[in-house]
């Protein structure tokens, strides 16, 4: 079982930066890929941010690439979503979620919210014009 818990929402303007973070407890994150989604009021939770195992590999929702960037410490625990640029429509809460890497040489990244095991309550990020 893998707890996580997000950290670094807030209320920012837009053009403002934030970075979250995410800390696993109960397991090592260097078996799971991990990712960012989020959900604002009346919509579907989407694919923001997702980072290999390795982290050689990373993969954008097209709205935040060049924006966005999500990073991991695996020896902290810890990945982080650096959010630059920040617009309105950003304002969601954001999720951290883990999946299982069954075989770390086919593992392969995806926006499929089905397919992580494990999420954090989430963190609200507001952008304010």
């Known amino acids: 079982q893998v707890q996580l818990v997000e950290s670094g929402g807030g209320l920012v303007q837009a053009g403002g930066s934030l970075r979250l973070s995410c800390t696993a407890s109960?397991?090592?994150?260097?078996?799971?890929?991990m990712a960012w989604f989020r959900q604002a009021p009346g919509k579907e939770r989407e694919f923001v941010a997702a980072i290999r195992w390795s982290g050689e590999r990373t993969y954008y929702l097209d709205s935040v690439k060049g924006r966005f960037t999500i990073s991991r410490d695996n020896a902290k625990n810890t990945v982080l979503l650096q959010m630059n640029s920040l617009k309105p429509e950003d304002t969601a809460v954001y999720y951290c979620?883990?999946?299982?890497?069954?075989?770390?040489?086919?593992?392969?990244?995806?926006?499929?919210?089905?397919?992580?095991?494990?999420w954090g309550q989430g963190t609200q990020v507001t952008v304010s014009l």
């Open positions: 109960g397991r090592t994150l260097d078996s799971y890929n």
């Open positions: 979620a883990a999946q299982r890497v069954m075989d770390t040489r086919t593992s392969r990244l995806t926006s499929d919210r089905n397919l992580y095991d494990f």
